[in-house]
């Protein structure tokens, strides 16, 4: 069974600072990949997602990941925090249509919730 | 085009009431899924839907029933809600595998449900 764990339940970072959000997945055959942010009391907005092809892939607001298939880990980064990224960060993993595809609905991990210090 | 909405937004309920939440979609999606979200947890999986008239369990679907009678909608429901459902419930849907390389899903903005 795929799975995802991201290892830092908190993640404290000052304005301005450099940021690494940790992912890690569990998964049968090539996944997609996807990571999502909640501010407090919103849905989830997508950041950004891998498919295929470059392994570092950009997304919205400044963000983004870089996939290690060796490692099975699809860490987020973000050069330089703004007070406005604190929020609750998700790693997900699905099928991909290079594995079968399938209806599967995604894993999520359990969350890093990112503080920003002044 | 409104994407993925969500109604109610809030509700509470006594334990053993019980009740429907509704999705809907204008993106001509074949897949509907309904996720829960609880503190520490994520999200997980409880049913999910591949077309009008088909529905399959998830990770935790105990509890919950689900039907898709028209393919824009997916139900969720609670026939005797207990405590342990409080919970934020998060509907999402997307395309077809195998139309295109992308299954991202799209959320809806979620109901947040309390079960006294």
């Known amino acids: 069974a795929q799975s995802v764990t991201q290892p830092d339940i908190h993640i404290t970072v000052s304005e301005g600072a450099s940021l690494e959000l940790r992912c890690n997945y569990s998964y049968g055959a090539t996944p997609y990949l996807f990571w999502y942010v909640q501010s407090p009391g919103q849905g989830l907005q997508l950041l950004l997602k891998y498919f295929s092809g470059d392994t570092l892939v950009q997304g919205i607001k400044g963000f983004e990941a870089e996939f290690k298939r060796s490692q099975s880990s699809f860490n987020l980064r973000k050069p330089s925090v703004h007070w406005s990224d604190a929020a609750e960060y998700f790693c997900?993993?699905?099928?991909?249509?290079?594995?079968?595809?399938?209806?599967?609905?995604?894993?999520f991990g359990k969350g890093t919730h990112l503080i920003i210090q002044p | 085009n409104a994407g993925v909405t969500q109604t109610p937004k809030f509700r509470v309920l006594k334990t053993g009431q019980s009740m429907t939440l509704l999705c809907a979609q204008d993106?001509?999606?074949?897949?509907m899924y309904w996720y829960r979200q609880d503190p520490g947890m994520g999200l997980r999986l409880i049913h999910y839907?591949?077309?009008?008239?088909?529905?399959a369990k998830g990770e935790v679907p105990d509890g919950y029933n689900v039907s898709r009678l028209k393919k824009q909608n997916f139900l969720l429901g609670l026939e005797s809600a207990a405590p342990s459902q409080t919970s934020v419930y998060f509907c999402?849907?997307?395309?077809?595998?195998?139309?295109?390389?992308?299954?991202?899903?799209?959320f809806g903005p979620g109901t947040r449900l309390t079960v006294l």
């Open positions: 997900a993993v699905g099928p991909s249509m290079y594995s079968g595809g399938g209806a599967d609905g995604l894993t």
């Open positions: 839907s591949v077309g009008e008239g088909t529905t």
């Open positions: 993106m001509n999606h074949e897949y």
């Open positions: 999402a849907s997307r395309i077809r595998s195998g139309r295109q390389p992308n299954n991202e899903q799209f």
